[in-house]
């Protein structure tokens, strides 16, 4: 019984990391560029390590960062990550039928279900005779593991960076337009992206840039929900 | 901020985390059908969300004072240009961010 479980795990662990070999290089950078941004910033590599094991969700911890160098403000930041996050809800609901009756593995399924993990577990193909359930974990994991480490040895290495870091935080910028970018490539129209993109820059405008996150929410949610009619009836929404 | 503070800035973002990523499984339960609405919202959110989160980016832009948001603006466009280019995830993401360093810490 033993044996066979362990071949079970095995050929999932052989068949799931091919497709995180890309996820590998990315998070490691961006993990180091989210590390050394929180070593310039004047915080200890327990910092990002704990952060990033907790947290696990790029864009919220560096804006966290913002938010320890700021004063103290608990409901703010509950609100900024409940909006920073709320795309989620939306994988969770995509992948509901994917991680039915996975048991105690559904669990850390649900806690690393990052954008990545999301994409590849929504769409990658498992190989016939490969457990579902060990290969999702394996890719969540792996994926778990890359940001981990990516983000701790970024803390620890940044202190001995020489050169000037002033403008790494364009990282982020970049790793969202790449994103939106092939969101944008996997779509036929992209009323979707367009109503984004308008609904924020508006938001932005009116209401400043500090108080915009909640505005534009409901700007997009209002708008999908007036248009749907016309959107669906276009079609060419991603799967 | 004091550690503890620190500590309850840090637990209410895992919190907020956690919570986007099991309500949908904790409100639909296994077994039951999802709304069609849902399921739209499923599909249709993407696209607007990476929209969101490139404007929210940007947020701190001046069009009107300092660089005008120039740097920014090319960044992102030798960001794009590399990525219809080669489509490479990290490359893009790289030349797009080393770009911009020299940009401000050279130019502007």
Sequence with gaps: MAVKTNGIRISALKAAFPYTIPIFAGFWFLGLAYGIYMNVSGFSFWYPLLMSATIFGGSLEFVTVTMLLSPFAPLQALLLALMIQARHLFYGIAMLDKYKGMGWKKFFLIFGLCDETFSINCTARVPEGVDKGWFMLFVTLFNYLYWVTGATVGGLAGSLLTFDTKGLDFVMTAMFVVIFMEQWFKEKKHYTALIGVVSTAACRFVCGPNSFLIPTMVCIFCALALFRKPIEKAGGLAQ | ?108
């Excluded at chain 2, 990523?21 to 849902?38: D, I, M, N, Q, Y």
């Excluded at chain 2, 919202?41 to 969101?52: D, N, Q, R, S, V």
């Excluded at chain 2, 740097?71 to 080393?98: C, K």
């Design chain 2, 1 to 108: 901020m004091t550690l503890l503070e620190q500590v309850v800035t840090v637990g209410v973002c895992v919190l907020g985390t956690v919570t986007t990523r099991a309500l949908p499984f904790l409100v639909f339960s296994e077994g039951r059908p999802t709304p069609k609405f849902v399921q739209y919202l499923g599909k249709a959110l993407p696209a607007a969300i990476f929209g969101m989160l490139v404007v929210y980016c940007l947020k701190n832009v001046d069009l009107l004072a300092g660089s005008h948001g120039l740097p920014e603006f090319i960044g992102i466009a030798v960001t794009a240009a590399l990525h219809l280019w080669r489509r490479q995830m990290l490359l893009s993401i790289a030349g797009g961010t080393l770009c911009y360093m020299l940009l401000v810490q050279l130019v502007f």
